[in-house]
């Protein structure tokens, strides 16, 4: 079963408007990463935050995490047409040998002009 | 931009042929990954190999097999393939903890 699942599974907002996005995950963490992938392309990452973090910042993206509740949300403030695409958090397990990163289900965010 | 390419970008081809899906990096990143996503849903890891020479299968079971007999490239073999094989391909990079991910191969089995 997926670790990540994510919500809204669709959110549909105008230019200018402010975008939220949840993710809550199931097992420990060392960290939790945001990417995007534009439809048909490969996923681009945005921002990563460590399990002792509670806020990161980058540009127009905030991101929050709370380990007790196992969520994270994504901000994105003052959306552009050009922030339309689909956005995945993605989970680095906690004490794991392994280095591999378990995505959610993502959210479609689409920002109308 | 990511210096990781994957081609082809699209492939057509009929049941019972085999493929190769070629992913290669010019990072020099020791850690590479293939996951398979099918539309509107998550990436599911299905090989990763740390190095020269090492590959693992990942979370989700797959018939297609890797290899990584150099450092920069991480090819990905269908010996036979099927319309279930219908999909995206995923190939990724890291050297650290965030992911490079090339543009993908989309795959159709007829």
């Known amino acids: 079963s997926q670790q990540g699942e994510e919500d809204p599974q669709a959110l549909s907002i105008q230019e200018g408007e402010n975008a939220t996005m949840n993710c809550s995950y199931k097992?420990?963490?060392?960290?939790l990463q945001w990417y995007r992938q534009n439809s048909g392309r490969g996923l681009v990452h945005l921002i990563l935050?460590?399990?002792?973090?509670r806020e990161k910042h980058s540009g127009r993206l905030r991101v929050t995490l709370d380990t007790s509740k196992k969520s994270s949300s994504l901000l994105i403030t003052a959306s552009r047409a050009a922030d339309t695409a689909s956005y995945f958090c993605?989970?680095?397990?906690?004490?794991?040998?392994?280095?591999?990163?378990?995505f959610g289900t993502g959210t479609l965010l689409a920002v109308q002009p | 931009e990511a210096d990781i390419y994957q081609t082809p970008r699209y492939l057509v081809i009929g049941t019972g042929k085999k493929i190769t899906l070629e992913c290669s990096q010019t990072m020099g990143h020791d850690k590479m990954y293939w996951y398979q996503q099918d539309p509107g849903m998550e990436l599911h890891l299905i090989h990763y190999?740390?190095?020269?020479?090492?590959?693992e299968k990942g979370d989700l079971s797959s018939e297609s097999t890797v290899s990584r007999i150099r450092t920069e490239h991480f090819p990905l073999t269908l010996e036979s393939a099927r319309p279930s094989h219908t999909s995206q391909y995923l190939c990724?990079?890291?050297?650290?903890?965030?992911?490079?991910f090339g543009s993908g191969t989309q795959l159709s089995v007829l």
């Open positions: 935050i460590r399990s002792n973090e």
């Open positions: 190999s740390y190095g020269v020479n090492s590959t």
């Open positions: 990724a990079s890291t050297i650290n903890e965030k992911l490079f």
């Open positions: 097992t420990s963490i060392n960290n």
């Open positions: 993605a989970t680095a397990r906690y004490g794991g040998a392994t280095n591999k990163l378990i």
